[in-house]
């Protein structure tokens, strides 16, 4: 699946307080592999997860081998009530 980088970031950010910890632990993978899937590489723990980067607009494309983090975070923000 390819997303923006841009747009991966904007998932992150609009996720609830937690998530990232929630994630971690329901997929059972460390919290810095979490952390770095959005882009925070300087979490040395964390796994490789199949994310791929080329520069592109709005931060380059995003390629990802692996949707189960992001899949889950989509699932975290459809919970949320919406805002009128």
Do not use: C
């Not at 929630?22 to 592999?33: F, G, H, P, S």
């Not at 990802?64 to 459809?78: G, H, K, P």
């Amino acid at each position: 699946m390819n997303i923006t980088f841009n747009e991966l970031r904007r998932i992150k950010d609009h996720l609830p307080d937690g998530s990232i910890h929630r994630i971690a632990k329901e997929l059972d993978l460390n919290v810095e592999t979490v952390w770095n899937y959005f882009g925070g590489y300087g979490h040395p723990e964390g796994k490789p997860m199949g994310v791929h980067l080329e520069a592109g607009p709005d931060g380059g494309i995003v390629a990802l081998d692996d949707t189960r983090i992001l899949d889950r975070a989509q699932e975290i923000l459809a919970e949320q009530p919406a805002h009128a």
